[in-house]
């Protein structure tokens, strides 16, 4: 995919300092290159696709090596959500943002508040909330200059919402059970946990009380050592998790890690995990597929915690219990996924591609109420 950057042209500023840049992509609604020399704010916004609602997607900071990995990164991602919101039904359309800084140095104050400024000045064309090296703090910050955020702290509304899309992924693993042996129970099925973040370490908890015999790993090894003592599990390193043999591979840390090099040494009956983008490309599913290695889409499986965030924008306010029930139905929803894609002989993978691009074009889940943000 090439990008071109037209400098300056269609450029608005919302302060003094802040600079927006269009970046012509095709297929894609509006990117926009956002810079503030004094907070020394260097991000991107991709708004992919509203057809179903306004474009709703996370914020990414990481210290990207180019402007072109975090280009590529955000365009990956935004038509991710574009594809989740459309099979989840929450009447969202499909974008992200990141903020090429390192989260654990270059994170200020300043910094934050000129994005949300930028945020603002969009106009609720793209709602934000927390993502890899953003806080639930972070976004406290945010939203003291713009209201188009969501993912706001328990105590304010939905609170983190790793336990939902780790609740997401357990039934999503039940789902694969369900296909390959007819019963859906974890008990004494082999699971491989790549990644013991947020997610991973909620996933844990659910696994370990119904039984399922678990085998983790983290680039943090300590972490992982110390996991495994807690869970009673085995640990392997992060390049041996991919070769384990078990019922299902789980990655939970990054994308891309499905692909010409790790595909061929999964000895795994099934793949499931909340990692975003975890297929490198389109057609590592269909190697998956040949494989007979049951792929549970990362797009549909991982939506519990968009679930839980879309239930903040309800006027009545936050409650718990109608995302709870469907992260729940996640596992229906992967049935279906399976047998579309067995009848038509493709992979789950395109299988949900199509799925999503058709309720998309037929306007299916389209949001029929404005957003509420409460004041906070
Ligand atoms: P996190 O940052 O809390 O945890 C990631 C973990 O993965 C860390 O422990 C890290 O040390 C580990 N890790 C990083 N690279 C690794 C590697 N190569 N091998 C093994 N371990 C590695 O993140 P999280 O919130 O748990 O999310 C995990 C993934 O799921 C991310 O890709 C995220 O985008 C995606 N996701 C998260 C949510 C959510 O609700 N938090 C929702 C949807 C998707």
């Known amino acids: 995919m090439t990008a071109r950057i037209l400098e300056k042209e269609g450029a608005i500023k919302a302060s003094k300092e802040l600079v927006f840049e269009n970046i012509a992509v095709e297929g894609y609604e509006q990117v926009i290159k956002i810079s503030n ?24 900071i990481q210290p990207y090596k180019t402007f072109n990995d975090a280009l590529m990164d955000v365009l990956r991602l935004s038509k991710g959500m574009t594809y989740k919101s459309a099979i989840a039904g929450v009447g969202f359309g499909g974008g992200k943002s990141v903020i090429i800084a390192d989260p654990k140095t270059a994170k200020t104050e300043e910094l934050l508040l ?40 328990s105590d ?42 947020n997610v991973g370490l909620h996933m844990l908890e659910y696994l370990f009380w119904q039984g399922a015999d678990l ?9 992982a050592k ?9 640990c392997v390193t992060p390049s041996e998790i991919y070769k384990v043999e078990c019922d299902i591979f789980s990655p939970c840390a990054i994308g891309g890690i499905l692909n010409d ?50 239930a903040e924008v309800l006027k009545d306010g936050y409650n718990p219990i109608a995302p709870r029930d469907q992260t729940d139905r996640v596992f ?36 029929q109420e404005t957003p509420y943000f409460p004041n906070i």
């Not at 004094?38 to 990414?60: D, E, V």
């Open 261 to 310: 090099e790790t595909i061929p040494q999964l000895r795994c009956k099934a793949v499931v995990g909340c990692a975003n983008n975890q297929l490198l490309k389109e057609d590592h599913g269909k190697m998956l597929k040949n494989k007979k290695i049951l792929y549970a889409p990362d797009f549909v499986v991982n939506a519990g915690g968009l679930f839980n965030v879309s």
């Open 226 to 234: 110390k996991m495994a003592l807690k869970y009673g599990a085995k």
């Open 156 to 197: 304010k509304s939905s609170g983190d919402p790793g336990r939902f899309t780790a609740w997401g992924i357990y039934r999503g693993m039940q789902s694969a059970l369900k296909k390959i042996y007819g019963q859906e129970s974890v008990k004494g099925r082999k699971v491989a946990i790549q990644g013991l973040g």
């Open 332 to 367: 229906d929803g992967l049935i279906a996924i399976y047998e579309i894609a067995d009848k038509n002989n493709i992979s789950t993978n395109e299988a949900a591609i199509q799925l999503a691009d058709y309720r998309i074009q037929y306007g299916i889940g389209k949001r």
């Open 114 to 153: 000129s994005f949300g400024e930028a945020v603002e000045a969009l106009n609720g064309r793209y709602i934000c909330a927390e993502d890899m090296g953003c806080t639930v703090d972070d976004v406290m910050t945010i939203r003291r200059v713009t209201k188009y955020v969501t993912g706001l702290p």
């Open 37 to 60: 020399k004094k907070t020394k704010l260097n991000a991107i916004i991709a708004i992919h696709n509203t057809k179903l609602g306004m474009a709703l997607g996370g914020i990414r």
């Open 215 to 223: 085998i983790l790993s983290d680039i943090d090894e300590e972490k």
